[in-house]
């Protein structure tokens, strides 16, 4: 990736459009981003990195938090960027999410995050001003798209991009000072490690969660054999066996017990049978008692049936003559009536025949009547249309007198209209004069808001002063008490230590002998040796405990000194940012220009909305004037229509008047004359029909009654010889039956329901005498030579025998459950056995997998470390060449291979070999400027190592960031000739620094200059 144009709009410090054109810098340059602090020089990386990615160099800011307070509120932020990759040519540009001013109406709207990406077309020259054809859309608006495809350009990610093309030389310093922890946690953020520590976590979650759930089964186990009160399997086994061979036995006892209880129940419904047997018996010999004595009463019925059943043979005979009777009573009747009737008709027919003749002479008036009456039904149409047309002529006039008043109401509404259109016109010309005057509202606005930002900033930056000065106070008195606290911990090492070099006289002393040789001179005689002057003795271990106390001490005074300075260093910042904030306009002075801008602003939107609506009103009105005229020209139109039809109307009406009488011309008089037509001929027709039917109807009725007066009279006679004949008939057979006379017959007859009830109480004591019979038979057959038995004594002998079988149920029961409790406890204890060993061979390689990968080894050797030393061996190789160059072949880095501390991160101890001593020693040694040469090659080698591991990507662009300034003019040297060795194998290499030396050697610079109102970028080329 080689850069070609950058282009950056309010985007950090820089206020304005900044265009930086690389090819100008030369085909592949070494060249200085130079400017003081805060100017903007890594915002040029953080354009870079977000154009490419949509994230800074440092991860730390946001694309919406880039945006620059200079900038005017009508500005964008956004960085357009356009690279090389090989021979293709491409073009990215970003806009994070930001507030913009609305299109239409007053205030903001948010504007969500885009990005763009083209190709360039070959042959075309890379600008940003290219139009569709000279560039070919890759990605559009959504930025995730934009940023995957960048990444398969590039083949990087955002992470890989900052260690690959942008080297934080501090980060390097670090790595070479820090202790161990640090040092892991360096190596981490560099080669971004950090899924291999999610690694070891996994592992370990793994691994105490198979411990976890061994614990839990154990308490599960345990909580099992509690539950069955056992202690042990073997105890619960045991207990089983016990209990089994019991269980059989009582399982034996409740069957035989069972048995004999069926049998007692059996005995027992026998004698209740019997007893059942001897009870029916005494019932059955008093009911045949009770038969008895009803016998006498039986007969006396069963003869009362007899002469029932005799008299109903005559029934029929009796029934018929008292029918026959009753018809020739009714015959009498019949023709009584009938010739009644008969005699009343023929006196009436006189009268019928005089109004039926009369009836007859109505027929000429009849005919007269029908011919007035169609005369008059057609004079109705044409009355009808005289009517309607006297009302349309009413209409007409009506209607014609509203058109020639409402044309003259147009008149004066044209005219009004016409006026006032006049004075808003006036009106509108005289308020767009006094709109033109007030043009500078819009700046003044966007300058009461950069107003009121400064503000804010100042604020801001003055509360995080303070705050800083509070943070400083207080490091600043901490620091007091470290520095006394570690002056205390120096003093009692270094005493500690000179009491234990006094106390190795005493220690050798005390192994002298006599007449054997001292270690120390030889000698055989020992007349003076050391003597205890009781002072308690100081142990080597009790030194080395003071000295490491002391060490501690001063670390953390050290680090309360880069704290100390951080703080400084913020606080001086902070200070530079109020500096250059400027002094802010007071917040009375704000408020008031504020009111003073919303009167303004209010009453220029009063007369926008006033020219809006006097706009408004003028167009309305001139529709309105238009509408008028339209309606003025169709209603005088309409009057002259009106006019010839009314002329027209007036002729037809005249001629229809003349053709009907005039006291007909109303269609209420003429409908009155026919109705009055159509009464007179009904009643002459009702009259004609009445006298018609009443002749016929009365003709009809004499003929009737004269023929039911023969059928009468002959039913009379029929009936009369019928009733003789079922006479004598009747009274041969009473006699024959042997009833005395009809009195008799009759005393014998009974009804049906009384003959039935009878005859139904004679079958039933038949019926009852024959069971009773038949049943006392069968049971004294069934009873012979038995005797009642004992109830009672046998229901005590069967409930007692009950009652021990419930028991022994009762304790069979309880030792069943007993034994499958103790049975599904076996069970569940040996599944729990089961699953615990599957646990334990789990655990057999997931555990050793955990402890070895979290470094609990020979080596303390952790994975992340494991990874960590590979990838570190492989920049260690890259670096030592670079470093040898720069040192003239004096240093190469070294991995330390050995732990010599339990306790540190082994595996990651960087050492520094020097060729001038043949001794490996610690990178902390190291002066200022060897250490910024050895970061410098570490970063170069990571650049490299990670280059490699993407793939064989090679990138054509470094950026070095800070870091020359501890190096003297021969070192300065050598680290720009090494950077020039980059440069020549077609690499183009941008340091970052601020050093007046560099200046000096390097033609080719970008500087960025800090201003007031935001920074600006000036190319400076040989």
């Given at each position: 990736?080689?850069?070609?144009?950058?282009?950056?709009?309010?985007?950090?410090?820089?206020?304005?459009?900044?265009?930086?054109?690389?090819?100008?810098?030369?085909?592949?340059?070494?060249?200085?981003?130079?400017?003081?602090?805060?100017?903007?020089?890594?915002?040029?990386?953080?354009?870079?990195?977000?154009?490419?990615?949509?994230?800074?160099?440092?991860?730390?800011?946001?694309?919406e938090q880039m945006r620059c307070h200079h900038a005017a509120v009508d500005v964008a932020t956004e960085v357009d960027f356009i690279f090389a990759i090989g021979t293709n040519i491409y073009r990215v540009q970003r806009l994070p999410t930001q507030w913009r001013p609305k299109l239409r109406g007053?205030?903001?709207?948010?504007?969500?995050?885009?990005?763009?990406?083209?190709?360039?077309?070959?042959?075309?020259?890379?600008?940003?001003?290219?139009?569709?054809?000279?560039?070919?859309?890759?990605?559009?608006?959504?930025v995730n798209d934009v940023t995957q495809h960048v990444e398969q350009l590039i083949g990087l990610k955002a992470d890989q991009f900052r260690q690959v093309v942008v080297l934080p030389q501090g980060k390097f310093r670090e790595l070479l000072t820090a202790d161990a922890g640090q040092r892991e946690d360096i190596f981490a953020q560099l080669f971004q490690t950090h899924r291999y520590l999610l690694i070891e976590e996994q592992l370990k979650e793994s691994a105490r969660e198979l411990r976890q759930q061994m614990r839990q089964h154990e308490q599960n186990l345990q909580a099992l054999l509690d539950d069955a009160?056992?202690?042990?399997?073997?105890?619960?086994?045991?207990?089983?066996?016990?209990?089994?061979?019991?269980?059989?036995?009582?399982?034996?006892?409740?069957?035989?017990?069972?048995?004999?209880?069926?049998?007692?129940?059996?005995?027992?419904?026998?004698?209740?049978?019997?007893?059942?047997?001897?009870?029916?018996?005494?019932?059955?010999?008093?009911?045949?008692?009770q038969l008895r004595n009803r016998e006498p009463q039986i007969n006396t019925q069963q003869q009362r049936l007899e002469r029932a059943k005799k008299a109903q043979q005559l029934a029929a005979d009796s029934q018929h003559l008292a029918l026959l009777q009753q018809q020739s009573q009714e015959l009498r009747s019949r023709t009584e009536q009938l010739q009644t009737q008969q005699q009343q008709l023929s006196e009436s027919k006189q009268q019928v025949e005089q109004a039926y003749q009369r009836a007859l002479q109505l027929d000429d008036d009849n005919q007269t009547l029908r011919r007035q009456l169609e005369q008059q039904r057609q004079w109705l149409p044409k009355l009808e249309s005289l009517q309607q047309m006297a009302t349309?002529?009413?209409?007409?006039?009506?209607?014609?007198?509203?058109?020639?008043?409402?044309?003259?109401?147009?008149?004066?509404?044209?005219?009004?209209?016409?006026?006032?259109?006049?004075?808003?016109?006036?009106?509108?010309?005289?308020?767009?004069?006094?709109?033109?005057?007030?043009?500078?509202?819009?700046?003044?606005?966007?300058?009461?808001?950069?107003?009121?930002?400064?503000?804010?900033?100042?604020?801001?930056l003055e509360r995080?002063?303070?705050?800083?000065?509070?943070?400083?106070?207080?490091?600043?008195?901490?620091?007091?008490?470290?520095?006394?606290?570690?002056?205390?911990?120096?003093?009692?090492?270094?005493?500690?230590?000179?009491?234990?070099?006094?106390?190795?006289?005493?220690?050798?002393?005390?192994?002298?002998?006599?007449?054997?040789?001292c270690p120390v001179c030889g000698a055989t005689e020992h007349p003076s040796p050391a003597h205890n002057q009781d002072e308690e003795l100081v142990e080597h271990q009790q030194v080395i405990a003071a000295r490491k106390t002391f060490q501690q001490e001063?670390?953390?005074?050290?680090?309360?000194?880069?704290?100390?300075?951080?703080?400084?260093?913020?606080?001086?910042?902070?200070?530079?940012?109020?500096?250059?904030?400027?002094?802010?306009?007071?917040?009375?002075?704000?408020?008031?220009?504020?009111?003073?801008?919303?009167?303004?602003?209010?009453?220029?939107?009063?007369?926008?909305?006033?020219?809006?609506r006097l706009n408004q009103q003028i167009s309305e009105g001139q529709q309105r004037l238009e509408q008028l005229g339209t309606k003025q020209r169709t209603l005088a139109e309409r009057i002259h229509q009106q006019q010839l039809q009314k002329q027209t109307a007036d002729e037809r009406l005249r001629m229809l008047r003349q053709e009907i009488p005039e006291d007909l011309r109303s269609a209420e008089q003429l409908q009155q004359s026919m109705s009055a037509l159509e009464h007179q001929l009904q009643q002459n027709l009702s009259r004609q029909r009445r006298a018609t039917e009443q002749r016929e109807q009365l003709l009809e009725q004499l003929s009737a009654v004269a023929s039911q007066l023969d059928s009468t009279g002959q039913q009379a006679k029929n009936v009369q010889q019928q009733h003789q004949h079922v006479e004598q008939k009747f009274q041969k057979q009473l006699q024959e039956l042997g009833f005395a006379s009809n009195n008799d017959y009759e005393s014998a007859r009974l009804s049906s329901g009384e003959y039935q009830q009878l005859e139904q109480q004679i079958a039933e004591f038949k019926q009852q005498v024959t069971r009773v019979d038949s049943l006392l038979f069968e049971l004294q057959q069934a009873l012979d030579g038995k005797q009642a038995p004992d109830?009672?004594?046998?229901?005590?002998?069967?409930?007692?025998?009950?009652?021990?079988?419930?028991?022994?149920?009762?304790?069979?029961?309880?030792?069943?459950?007993?034994?499958?409790?103790?049975?599904?406890?076996?069970?569940?204890?040996?599944?729990?056995k089961k699953q615990a060993e599957q646990l334990h061979k789990r655990y057999a390689v997931q555990g050793t997998l955990a402890d070895v990968a979290s470094g609990q080894n020979t080596q303390r050797l952790s994975l992340h470390r494991f990874v960590l030393s590979v990838l570190l061996d492989d920049v260690l190789n890259v670096a030592s060449e670079r470093l040898q160059q720069m040192t003239h072949g004096r240093y190469q880095l070294l991995r330390e291979q050995t732990v010599a501390d339990a306790r540190s991160a082994g595996g990651l101890t960087l050492l520094v070999e020097?060729?001038?001593?043949?001794?490996?020693?610690?990178?902390?040694?190291?002066?200022?400027?060897?250490?910024?040469?050895?970061?410098?090659?570490?970063?170069?080698?990571?650049?490299?190592?990670?280059?490699?591991?993407?793939?064989?990507?090679?990138?054509?662009?470094?950026?070095?960031?800070?870091?020359?300034?501890?190096?003297?003019?021969?070192?300065?040297?050598?680290?720009?000739?090494?950077?020039?060795?980059?440069?020549?194998?077609?690499?183009?290499?941008?340091?970052?620094?601020?050093?007046?030396?560099?200046?000096?050697?390097?033609?080719?610079?970008?500087?960025?200059?800090?201003?007031?109102?935001?920074?600006?970028i000036v190319m400076r080329t040989q």
């Open positions: 990736m080689k850069p070609i144009l950058l282009a950056m709009q309010a985007f950090g410090p820089f206020a304005e459009r900044e265009v930086i054109d690389f090819r100008a810098l030369g085909e592949h340059p070494l060249f200085l981003i130079n400017g003081a602090t805060g100017a903007g020089k890594t915002t040029i990386l953080d354009a870079i990195s977000y154009a490419l990615f949509g994230k800074t160099t440092g991860a730390e800011r946001q694309g007053e205030g903001l709207k948010e504007d969500r995050a885009t990005a763009t990406l083209w190709q360039i077309t070959a042959g075309t020259e890379p600008t940003f001003d290219l139009n569709t054809d000279q560039q070919k859309l890759l990605a559009s608006r959504k009160k056992v202690t042990s399997e073997q105890e619960l086994t045991e207990r089983l066996q016990q209990l089994r061979p019991q269980l059989s036995q009582l399982e034996q006892q409740k069957t035989s017990q069972a048995k004999a209880v069926q049998q007692l129940r059996s005995q027992l419904l026998q004698a209740q049978h019997v007893q059942k047997q001897f009870a029916q018996q005494q019932q059955l010999l008093s009911e045949r008692d349309e002529q009413q209409q007409l006039a009506a209607k014609l007198t509203q058109d020639q008043r409402q044309l003259t109401e147009i008149d004066g509404e044209l005219q009004q209209q016409r006026e006032n259109n006049i004075h808003a016109q006036q009106q509108l010309d005289e308020l767009r004069t006094a709109l033109d005057q007030q043009t500078s509202l819009e700046a003044e606005q966007h300058q009461l808001t950069l107003w009121q930002q400064q503000r804010q900033r100042h604020e801001e995080q002063q303070q705050q800083l000065r509070q943070q400083q106070q207080q490091l600043q008195q901490q620091l007091l008490a470290q520095r006394a606290t570690t002056h205390a911990a120096e003093q009692q090492s270094q005493h500690l230590e000179n009491r234990w070099y006094d106390q190795q006289a005493l220690t050798l002393a005390r192994t002298l002998e006599s007449g054997k040789p001063q670390q953390k005074q050290q680090q309360l000194e880069q704290q100390l300075s951080h703080s400084q260093n913020r606080l001086d910042l902070v200070q530079q940012q109020l500096h250059e904030n400027g002094e802010p306009k007071a917040p009375q002075q704000l408020d008031q220009l504020r009111q003073q801008l919303a009167a303004k602003t209010s009453h220029y939107q009063q007369q926008r909305r006033q020219l809006v109830i009672d004594a046998l229901q005590q002998q069967q409930q007692a025998a009950e009652s021990e079988r419930q028991r022994s149920e009762q304790d069979w029961l309880a030792l069943r459950d007993q034994c499958i409790q103790l049975e599904n406890v076996l069970k569940r204890v040996n599944n729990s020097d060729a001038y001593t043949g001794q490996q020693r610690s990178t902390k040694t190291l002066s200022g400027g060897e250490g910024f040469m050895a970061a410098l090659a570490l970063a170069l080698g990571l650049s490299d190592v990670v280059q490699s591991y993407a793939g064989g990507i090679r990138l054509d662009t470094l950026f070095v960031d800070e870091g020359f300034g501890s190096l003297d003019d021969e070192a300065l040297d050598m680290a720009i000739n090494t950077l020039a060795e980059l440069r020549a194998s077609g690499r183009t290499i941008g340091i970052i620094s601020h050093v007046r030396e560099l200046k000096d050697r390097l033609q080719d610079r970008i500087d960025v200059i800090r201003e007031r109102s935001g920074s600006r």
